[in-house]
Structures are given as structure tokens and as C-alpha cells.
């Protein structure tokens, strides 16, 4: 199971072997505790549910504090199931660190949720040019024109690229490059920017598309 959950810390550069600067993004992943394992034969299909981020009992429901002390994990805040093809490999209970599922130089797919950026026009949503400002043009200058289809079909159709709310969705970034891992502190150095703000949780996983 290469997948782990993690903290966003926030962005910085390092320097690399012939001194040229590399922006990454520092995550705090890890460690993640089994709490439950699911198999073909009794639910159907086979997953590992994962736990991360610990929390006082009082924080938890009585249902779910009897989940967790049924594993034998603390309450953690988030719960995450991962599918697996051999749920036999895991024991419920067991402890997984950054350092076993990432090493520098692989790549990653990290799943969050994207800033949320409130009522945005077309031109920040969708990249819009805008229409003209010179003489003759009222204060129309970011607005998205005329959107009437005739007579035929006398109606908008649906998906058009229009005012709206943007940002706050799930959004998954592929094949990013792990740079670093201290597995001392947790810590995940991955290159580029990641979805969410700083505090955000995130889904790393061994990306899919590695070999192309």
C-alpha cells in the first residue's frame, strides 16, 4: 500500500547537488495506523482503512471511540479507506511512516481540496480576455457578452462557461517529484506546489502514470 496521509506546512526552496534552487512543498506525513481491514470473502472487496492525526477521546463520538479501541489505535481526526489487492499483507494495529511508502526521486499523486476563491467572473474563472476598452465600449470591460443561442434552441446550454463559484473541489496533481524525505521528523519535501492552504490534509499516493 504506497498511500499515506499528510499535514501541508507550507512552501520553501532547497538547494540541490550542482546548488540550483528547487521549489518544494513541505508536508508532514505520517505516521497513519491501521484500523480496520476489509476483505473479498466478508465485505466484498479488499481495503485498508488508515488513520491519521490524533485527537483526545472526548473529541469522538462513543461509536467511534469504540472503533478505534477495537483496533487498538488512539482517535485520530480523519479516516481514510485505501483499496488494496492483498489485505493479508496488513494487521490491524500496524504503524506506517513516511520512509515506507516514499524515497527521494519518486513520484508522487498528492489528492486535496483546492483553495476556495469565492464568486469569481470568467475572466479569473475561465481565463476570459475580456472585451474592449476603447471609445464606445461601456463598463462592460470583464463581462462575459452575449450568451443567446437564436431562436433555435432558445436556451443556454448547460456546462456553458459562466460566472460562478471557484476553487474548494477535490483535485488531484500527478507526478510530482519527491525530493526529500526525513523520516526522523516525517517530513515529505515534494517539488512544485500542491493543492489546498497551509493546514490542508492531503492523499499521497505512488503516482499511477510513473512509467508514462
Not at 497513519?32 to 488508515?50: C, F, L, S
Not at 483499496?83 to 499483507?89: G, I, M, T, W
Not at 457578452?145 to 456546462?159: L, Q, S, Y
Not at 526522523?184 to 510513473?210: N, Q, S
Request: net charge positive.
Amino acid at each position: 500500500m504506497k498511500t499515506i496521509l499528510g499535514e501541508k506546512l507550507g512552501m520553501t526552496q532547497i538547494f540541490d547537488d550542482e546548488s540550483r534552487v528547487v521549489p518544494v512543498t513541505v508536508i508532514k506525513a505520517g505516521p497513519v495506523h491501521i484500523t480496520q481491514i476489509k476483505r473479498p470473502e466478508t465485505d466484498g472487496y479488499g481495503a485498508v482503512q488508515i488513520a491519521f492525526k490524533e485527537l483526545s477521546t472526548r473529541h469522538v463520538s462513543q461509536p467511534q471511540a469504540g472503533h478505534f479501541a477495537k483496533s487498538g489505535v488512539a482517535p485520530s481526526k480523519h479516516l481514510v479507506e485505501v483499496r488494496v489487492d492483498d489485505p493479508d499483507q496488513y494487521k490491524v494495529g500496524q504503524e506506517i511512516s513516511v520512509a515506507d511508502v516514499f524515497a527521494a526521486g519518486q513520484k508522487a499523486d498528492v489528492t486535496g481540496v483546492s483553495k476556495g476563491k469565492g464568486f469569481a467572473g470568467v475572466i479569473k474563472r475561465h481565463g476570459f480576455s475580456g472585451q474592449g476598452a476603447s471609445h464606445g465600449t461601456h463598463k462592460v470591460h470583464r463581462a462575459p457578452g452575449a450568451i443567446g443561442a437564436c431562436a433555435t434552441p432558445a436556451r443556454v446550454f448547460k456546462g456553458k462557461r459562466l460566472p460562478g463559484r471557484m476553487g474548494g473541489d477535490k483535485t488531484t496533481v500527478m507526478n510530482l517529484e519527491v525530493v526529500q524525505v526525513d523520516a526522523e521528523r516525517g517530513l515529505l519535501m515534494i517539488r512544485g506546489a500542491v493543492p489546498g492552504p497551509k493546514g490542508a490534509v492531503l492523499l499521497l499516493r505512488e503516482a499511477v502514470k510513473a512509467n508514462g
